[in-house]
């Protein structure tokens, strides 16, 4: 087949975000079979990728983003908006002079400008069903200040229905996030292309640091910031209380400066800023913590630690995506003093580390696996013509 694939994000090896690397990994396999062009945007400093990209492909068209973006600055985003639709005028011309048998594009929000060609079927990836969180916020939400809540739900909800129904088939992560497509977009044709799990690690050696607490995530993102705002202040005293040697490891760019200078008072936190090896975070730590309290789609960073043969201990909805065996494969608690619990046991007991771990390791093998991904993704494409 010859096939037109749209990205936002630049797909090359090592890119650090959890998207970046489904993109390569899915560009990667669709390259092995088919001819592949790709049309992408590219932030400053990525330009040293475009000659492996080039070898491995059989076309490359390239559209620059802009550079750091001011969070809620007005003229940012309109740059950031302005970038995707260059991205997808460059696709459109691309398609009306090339001949195509399917094109495919990442993240929601890259379909927003689409237009299918005639004839030539299209599928979106959708990394996140993005009206669910949306929706979350809007039902906590109480009283009068429901209003905003519920603008940003509708807005949103009915941006992705429109993006969606242009697409011949659309791939969610996970069967939760497929189950909400199929009730809140009931005209779609959605299927499951799992995450797969540990990308390029699964086969390295754990290393353990005994007592080691991992958090990791962008911190320039306020979830991930809230999140790790909840451990540090409603689970990690009393685990520092009852295991005095624990380390609290957080990992991740972006951290606001106020909260580091008050994390660093702490001696047994360390905070690493972005780390380019975040396999070696994975493999060093005790404990994988990730208490996730808004929900989207699969959480790949929990994922990757029941790759790496980490035990994990989050929320109902970071496991909602992945749907490990409370218990058996990942330890789910939905308050502080439950999460306080299965930490401290984890760090208490060797035994129950290595059988939680191991056990979520087996799950993601025979659940997320590679060859998985490339068995529906084949399928799929194979059954487009009929």
Not at 2 to 19: R, T
Not at 293 to 320: F, H, R, S
Request: with cysteine; aromatic share 12%; hydrophobic share 40%.
């Amino acid at each position: 087949m010859n096939v037109l694939f749209v990205s936002p994000f630049l797909p090359y090896p090592g890119v650090p975000h959890a998207g970046g690397k489904l993109v390569y990994f899915h560009l990667q396999t669709l390259a092995r079979k088919h001819s592949v062009h790709l049309v992408s945007r590219y932030f400053p400093g990525e330009e040293r990728h475009f000659g492996r990209l080039r070898k491995m492909i059989g076309g490359l068209d390239l559209v620059p983003a802009p550079g750091p973006v001011n969070a809620g600055s007005v003229p940012s985003t309109w740059e950031t908006v302005w970038s995707y639709y260059r991205l997808i005028r460059k696709a459109g011309e691309i398609v009306t002079r090339e001949t195509f048998d399917v094109c495919q594009l990442e993240f929601t929000e890259t379909g927003v400008f689409w237009v299918s060609p005639r004839d030539v079927p299209a599928i979106l990836t959708c990394h996140d069903i993005i009206a669910k969180p949306s929706f979350r916020r809007y039902e906590a939400s109480r009283g009068i200040s429901k209003a905003v809540p519920w603008c940003i739900w509708k807005t949103r909800h009915m941006m992705e229905k429109k993006v969606v129904l242009k697409f011949s088939r659309v791939f969610t992560l996970s069967e939760e996030d497929r189950e909400w497509a199929e009730r809140l977009y009931p005209k779609g044709s959605f299927r499951v292309l799992r995450y797969p799990g540990g990308l390029g690690f699964t086969d390295q050696p754990r290393r353990e640091v005994p007592g080691r607490i991992l958090f990791l995530g962008a911190l320039n993102r306020p979830q991930n910031i809230e999140s790790l705002q909840y451990f540090w202040e409603k689970v990690w005293p009393a685990v520092r209380e009852r295991v005095p040697d624990a380390e609290f490891r957080v990992v991740g760019g972006g951290l606001p400066r106020e909260m580091e200078r008050k994390m660093s008072g702490d001696p047994r936190i360390v905070v690493t800023g972005f780390v380019e090896n975040i396999e070696e975070e994975y493999k060093s730590t005790s404990v994988f913590v990730a208490p996730i309290l808004t929900g989207g789609g699969v959480i790949v960073k929990i994922l990757d630690a029941l790759a790496a043969g980490v035990p994990v201990v989050t929320t109902p909805y970071g496991n909602e995506g992945i749907r490990a065996r409370e218990g058996k494969e990942i330890l789910v608690a939905d308050n502080p003093n439950s999460f306080t619990t299965n930490v401290i046991s984890l760090l208490e007991h060797s035994g129950l580390r290595d059988s939680l771990g191991w056990a979520g390791k087996v799950f993601v093998e025979q659940n997320f696996s590679p060859d998985m991904f490339i068995s529906v993704l084949e399928e799929t494409y194979n059954g487009l013509g009929r």
